[in-house]
């Protein structure tokens, strides 16, 4: 298991990914693609387990 500060360093690094401007235009570019949904859904859960680790 990852420790607090990986598990917060990979988090922020996570949510900072979604911010960037690149990563934006390029989910914007797969929208139509069907796994959209599910590559978010994966994002999103990385991002609940390292904020639960975190705590």
């Known amino acids: 298991m990852p420790n607090r500060e990986s598990a917060k360093d990979s988090l ?15 989910f914007r570019r797969i929208r139509q693609i069907t796994t959209w949904y599910d590559i ?4 999103q859960a990385v991002i609940d387990y390292l904020e639960k680790i975190c705590k």
Do not use: M, P, Y
């Open 12 to 26: 922020k690094e996570a949510k900072d990914l979604l911010k960037h401007e690149s990563v934006r235009v390029e």
């Open 40 to 43: 978010l859904e994966e994002v």
